[in-house]
């Protein structure tokens, strides 16, 4: 990583994703809602913010696992979160999120986009991104 990127990785690491006026963390949210043990969604969040930070420095698209797309779903729910203190002032990028279409032509585009984000993620963190929250691909 450049140093820019490094700063930014760090930002994004420190980032707390919390709404203090629920009853429930959002952790324990998307534990409840994916049948995760809590633990299981603290490391798929830490995913998802290494998905985020290669968004922001890559400079074309990406698409991140089923796991990594439920946190994603969840936090844009959260749209004071999502948008302003993570978009906004962490991040300082707008990171919009597209369905997925379901044609022939975009499921290829898709499995090539998950095997380079893959790439990405190793490296730029030096290691294969986990099986169990990255999977392989099953055709």
């Not at 820019?4 to 006026?21: G, H, P, Q, R, Y």
């Not at 969604?41 to 400079?59: D, L």
């Not at 997925?100 to 998950?114: C, G, M």
Request: hydrophobic share 35%; aromatic share 16%.
């Amino acid at each position: 990583m450049t140093p820019t990127e490094f700063k930014l990785w760090e930002k994004i690491k420190d980032f707390s994703i919390a709404d203090s006026s629920s009853d429930i963390s959002f952790t324990d949210r998307l534990a409840r809602e994916n049948s995760w043990t809590t633990e299981y969604a603290i490391r798929v969040i830490y995913e998802y913010k290494k998905f985020i930070f290669m968004m922001c420095v890559s400079g074309h698209p990406l698409t991140p696992s089923d796991q990594v797309d439920q946190v994603w779903h969840l936090h844009l729910i959260f749209t004071e979160s999502y948008w302003i203190e993570f978009c906004e002032k962490t991040l300082g990028n707008k990171i919009h999120h597209g369905p997925a279409k379901r044609s022939a032509s975009e499921k290829n585009k898709y499995i090539d986009l998950y095997q380079k984000t893959k790439g990405l993620y190793t490296h730029f963190f030096n290691q294969k991104p986990p099986e169990e929250i990255w999977p392989p691909i099953s055709i």
